[in-house]
Nanobody, 127 residues
């Protein structure tokens, strides 16, 4: 079955950087759109970034644009989230998600469109 394993979270100070990784198995990775969502304490899970199965299209939440970069390595079956200039409001559990799509499908930002999820990795940013 599909398995997604996130890593790279931790405790950092405002202005620091982190790179999250999500290693996938049990799927033909190149046929999946990949995304990152996050959930802060007491809040709903929210979209952070997504990348098309082709790697050519990406999309970001307004709150992370110009600070975060999503990328993928199909040979390694891994998706990354480079997070720069972290802010306390970036604190939360970050989840990797995968969605099997045809090549022409648009890139979805909707949580409910992704049916494969990792267990999450904690990111804590102190001021």
């Amino acid at each position: 079955q599909v398995q997604l394993v996130e890593s790279g979270g931790g405790m950092v100070q405002a202005g620091d950087s982190l790179r999250l990784s999500c290693a996938a198995s049990g799927l033909t990775f190149s046929r999946y759109a990949m995304a990152w969502f996050r959930q802060a304490p007491g809040k709903e899970r929210e979209f952070v970034a997504a990348i098309h199965r082709s790697g050519r299209n990406t999309n970001y939440a307004d709150s992370v644009k110009s600070r975060f970069t999503i990328s993928r390595d199909d040979d390694k079956k891994t998706v990354y989230l480079q997070m720069n200039d972290l802010k306390p409001e970036d604190t939360g559990v970050y989840y990797c998600a995968a969605r099997h799509v045809i090549l022409s499908a648009p890139l979805s930002l909707q949580l409910t469109d992704y049916n494969n999820w990792g267990q999450g990795t904690q990111v804590t940013v102190s001021s």
